[in-house]
Every structure is written in C-alpha cells, then in structure tokens.
C-alpha cells in the first residue's frame, strides 16, 4: 500500500518579504491552526542577519495570508537564544494556546547550543514561556491537544529518537519513553527522526506526522498511529513515505532537500500538511483523511 501526498496548486504559499528586515531572506517552518473561522498561522522567519523570529499570519481560506509587520516572538533570552526562536508548534488546549519552540542559542547544551522551550497565550499574539521542558539538546517538542490519564502529554526529540514525557503542570515532565526509533539499514528514515504538528486524535488512534532524514541529510514525511489511553504504544507504523522532496524550490533553498512540517491540520475531508522547502518557502501539500488513515493503519 503507497501513499503520497498532493501538492496544493497555489502552493509555494508564503515567500520572505524584502520590504521587512526580519523575515527578508526565508520564511519556514509554519505552526498553522483553526480558531473562530480563521486560519492561524506562526512561521519562523530570518533576515541577513540569520536570527530566527516568529511572524504571524492571519487567514479566511488557509491559502491567502495576511502578515503582521512585526514579529510576534523574537530571542529574549539573551545567550540562550540569541541566534533565534525555532520551529513553532500550536496546541490548543483547554482554552488556551500553546507554543512549542526552539531556543538556538550561544549556550551549549549538551552537544548543541539549543533546548526547547514552552510559551502561552490567550490571544494568539502575546506569548509568555513556561519553561523549558529540559535544559538539554532537543527540539521537535509538541504538546498533545488534550491530557491523557490526567496529564498533559508532549512528544520530543533526544537525538535521533522521538521521545514522549508527561507533567502535571507543563514544568516538571517524568516518564520519557522512545516511540519512534531511525530504521537503521537501506532506508529513507535511517538517521534521525522528529515529529511535525499536533499529533491528530482518530477512532483508530492518535496521528502523528513525522520527518526523518538520512545520511544524505534529504527529508522524507510519514505517518505512525499510537495508542489513545497509553501513546507511548505504536499500533503501526508504515514503511514508506509520503512526501519527498520534489520541487525546485524544496531542493534548492537555504538548506537543500529539507521539507520541514510543523502543522498538519483537518479541514473538511482532508488532512492540510502546511510545510517549508529548502528552509525558505512554505506550501501546501494535502490527502484525503481516509486515505492517509488506511495507510497509517495498513501501509
Ligand atoms: C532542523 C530544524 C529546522 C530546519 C531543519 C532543516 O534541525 O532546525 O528548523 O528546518 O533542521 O534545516
């Protein structure tokens, strides 16, 4: 069983803005949600300078964007981030909202300079951090859209592996388990793995989106179901992939042949898997959500 998904017409959808210093050179990465009848979107964004900031975009039909002038997040941390806020991930939850981000800064951490950070909002646009989850190399940190067995659940990535953990007060997180694991061997995802958006609640389990790449650093997306009541159990996980890169402008960019996602997303029927190519554009690639679940469940 194969499954690939289909790029959206009018996608590449967002390019950088030369008349906007902070997000003149890439705009990537985007956490996308839908609240009120609009579509809600925060992307990472860099000028000459290379300093990530997080931008807002507001729209109707989840095509056609208006961006604040301003950035919605910038580093505030001093040494901590000074090279930038990363990659953020939106989880509604109990009223309000979540973000997941990276902080990329001069500190070592382990065996990098980042660690990943927990902020809040209620009104989308002014965002107060919680905590690190960990002060720690790692990233691709996603909050679950409800508490499960009365905790609030996240996913995160210890190199190379995805990770889950639980905390009673989004602070204090125990009980790390691996749930995703490289493929080591001939395969696309053979070195690292990482989640992308907001793992998807379904009758057949939670949906998660993820990324891997492998020793030639090409980023490939696929798709494993966890357990409702206990997800550090993986019900399948496919072989394949469904997305590679394929276009000029995810091959060619800032960073070759990185798709990178951080929103998948129901609208209707269909599953909206908002990602960025080359870490420069973002787009749109959508499937069925009856089809990308038999492949989840059969593939
Ligand atoms: C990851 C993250 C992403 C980036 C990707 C490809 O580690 O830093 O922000 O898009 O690498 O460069």
């Given at each position: 069983m194969d499954l690939k998904l289909t790029r959206h017409p009018l996608s590449p959808l967002l390019y950088p803005n030369p008349l906007h210093e902070w997000e003149a050179l890439n705009v990537f990465n985007p956490a996308v949600i839908q609240h009120n009848g609009l579509f809600h979107m925060w992307y990472r964004a860099q000028g000459r300078d290379y300093v990530s900031r997080i931008g807002y975009a507001v729209s109707a039909d989840g095509l056609r964007w208006n961006r604040l002038s301003d950035p919605v997040l910038v580093p505030h941390h001093g040494e901590d981030d000074r090279r930038g806020v990363e990659d953020p991930r939106v989880t509604p939850l109990d009223g309000v909202f979540y973000m997941t981000y990276t902080a990329y800064g001069t500190r070592r951490y382990g065996g990098n300079t980042y660690f990943p950070m927990i902020a809040r909002?209620?009104?989308?646009?002014?965002?107060?951090?919680?905590?690190?989850?960990?002060?720690?190399?790692?990233?691709?940190?996603?909050?679950?859209?409800?508490?499960?067995?009365?905790?609030?659940?996240?996913?995160?990535?210890?190199?190379?592996?995805?990770?889950?953990?639980?905390?009673?007060?989004?602070?204090?997180?125990?009980?790390?388990?691996?749930?995703?694991?490289?493929?080591?061997?001939?395969?696309?995802?053979?070195?690292?793995?990482?989640?992308?958006?907001?793992?998807?609640?379904?009758?057949?389990?939670?949906?998660?989106?993820?990324?891997?790449?492998?020793?030639?650093?090409?980023?490939?997306?696929?798709?494993?179901?966890?357990?409702?009541?206990?997800?550090?159990?993986?019900?399948?996980?496919?072989?394949?992939?469904?997305?590679?890169?394929?276009?000029?402008?995810?091959?060619?960019?800032?960073?070759?042949?990185?798709?990178?996602?951080?929103?998948?997303?129901?609208?209707?029927?269909?599953?909206?898997?908002?990602?960025?190519?080359?870490?420069?554009?973002?787009?749109?690639?959508?499937?069925?959500?009856?089809?990308?679940?038999?492949?989840?469940?059969?593939?």
């Open positions: 909002s209620d009104n989308l646009i002014v965002w107060q951090d919680i905590g690190p989850l960990e002060r720690a190399e790692n990233k691709d940190h996603v909050l679950f859209p409800e508490k499960i067995g009365g905790r609030y659940a996240i996913l995160h990535r210890r190199p190379p592996n995805i990770w889950i953990a639980f905390s009673h007060d989004l602070q204090n997180w125990t009980d790390h388990t691996v749930v995703i694991e490289p493929r080591p061997g001939d395969n696309w995802d053979n070195t690292r793995v990482g989640a992308n958006g907001v793992p998807l609640k379904t009758e057949h389990g939670w949906l998660l989106f993820y990324h891997a790449y492998d020793e030639g650093h090409v980023y490939r997306h696929s798709v494993a179901l966890l357990d409702l009541d206990d997800p550090t159990r993986v019900i399948n996980r496919p072989r394949g992939f469904i997305l590679e890169p394929e276009e000029p402008w995810e091959f060619k960019g800032d960073v070759p042949n990185a798709i990178f996602s951080c929103a998948n997303i129901i609208v209707g029927d269909e599953i909206w898997v908002y990602y960025a190519g080359a870490d420069r554009l973002i787009g749109l690639a959508t499937t069925p959500l009856r089809d990308v679940l038999d492949y989840a469940r059969h593939g």
